[in-house]
């Protein structure tokens, strides 16, 4: 099962009102798994910087000027992410924006229910407790000390981390057979019993040890469980 674990960062909270995406980052899960394999773009938003937006992700006018619009890199980000569910840490904000620049572009919308929301699946899992990414890392003992400022790419590498834990942690991938099998691979059948070695293990226990534990067991007198035994 392939996942893109997405984030983005932007100008601000409307596109409606001209706010624009400045950053995408993506990373590719495999059956939970990630596989090194990312997706990582800055934006030029064709538009200067409010103070606000930079001093959460620092991406200023002149580091975004020369950077391609979102319609030239529309195509290789939509042929990354492709039909594969999209993970994302309050979907709604990051799925608007993104139908936004795709629809001012005229290109095919993301259907939303394509997104899975960690932010919903934390507070279910979690009522009443702050669901951030931060508050979860904190949660889940995920080091997130490099994140200073947001970064797309930073912040959807972390979200997969705590994606996996809200699924119940690395062991929730592992699938252990319940039917024992013989060493060529086939079913021993339900009927199966452990059965005596047909030659004992080799005693690794040398003469002065037994020696020395027998001279211990003396010791203790008669009432010793050994001596009982």
């Known amino acids: ?100 620049e795709l629809g001012w572009i005229n290109f095919p919308l993301i259907p939303m229910e394509q997104a899975l929301d960690t932010l919903a699946l934390a507070r279910k899992k979690f009522p009443g407790a702050q669901a951030s990414l931060d508050a979860l890392c904190r949660r889940f003992g995920i080091d997130n000390s490099s994140r200073t400022l947001h970064g797309a790419l930073l912040d959807s590498e972390i979200l997969a981390e705590v994606y996996l834990e809200l699924l119940g942690g690395r062991q929730s991938g592992l699938e252990l057979s319940s039917t024992a099998r013989n060493s060529d691979g086939t079913d021993v059948g339900s009927d199966w019993r452990p059965r005596p070695r047909p030659n004992p293990l080799t005693p690794k226990l040398t003469k002065e040890e037994a020696a020395a534990h027998d001279a211990f067991v003396k010791d203790m007198g008669d009432g010793a469980l050994w001596i009982k035994g």
Do not use: C, W
């Not at 938003?45 to 619009?69: C, I, N, Q, T, Y």
């Open 1 to 100: 099962m392939r996942e893109i674990v997405l984030d983005t960062e932007t100008t601000g909270f409307k596109p409606e009102q001209g706010d624009r995406i400045v950053e995408i980052g993506a990373v590719e899960l495999i059956n939970h798994m990630p596989t090194g394999n990312h997706y990582h773009q800055y934006i030029n938003p064709e538009r200067s910087m409010p103070e606000d937006a930079f001093k959460v992700h620092g991406l200023g006018d002149e580091f975004l000027s020369d950077k391609p619009v979102f319609k030239q890199i529309a195509q290789d980000f939509m042929d990354f992410i492709g039909d594969s569910r999209l993970v994302i840490h309050n979907a709604a904000f990051d799925m608007k924006f993104l139908n936004a």
